[in-house]
Nanobody, 117 residues
Framework: QVQLVESGGGLVQAGGSLRLSCAAS????????MSWYRQAPGKERELVAA????????NYAESVKGRFTISRDNAKTTVYLQMNSLKPEDTAVYYC??????????WGQGTQVTVSS
């Protein structure tokens, strides 16, 4: 069955760094675009960063540009989100997303990131 398992979340002070990982299984990872979303309490889920299936193109929310980097390792079927210079407003549950046109969309269970001021 399809699984997306996020890890790497936690509590960090403002200005610190975290690296999130999302290990995928049960589908052809290398053919799916991958994304990270986040949802803060009382807010809608928002796209943070995305990467194409071959890793050739990325895009970011304006709020994280220059601080976050998305990457993937198709051999390890894992996508990463390196988060630097974290701010309290980055506090949210971060979700991994896999998407392939006409094939479907998959979500992970989420990992909590809390940034203290």
């Amino acid at each position: 069955q399809v699984q997306l398992v996020e890890s790497g979340g936690g509590l960090v002070q403002a200005g610190g760094s975290l690296r999130l990982s999302c290990a995928a299984s049960g589908f052809t990872f290398s053919r799916y675009d991958m994304s990270w979303y986040r949802q803060a309490p009382g807010k809608e889920r928002e796209l943070v960063a995305a990467i194409t299936s071959d890793g050739g193109s990325t895009n970011y929310a304006e709020s994280v540009k220059g601080r976050f980097t998305i990457s993937r390792d198709n051999a390890k079927t894992t996508v990463y989100l390196q988060m630097n210079s974290l701010k309290p407003e980055d506090t949210a549950v971060y979700y991994c997303n896999a998407r392939r046109v006409r094939y479907g969309v998959y979500w992970g269970q989420g990992t909590q990131v809390t940034v203290s001021s």
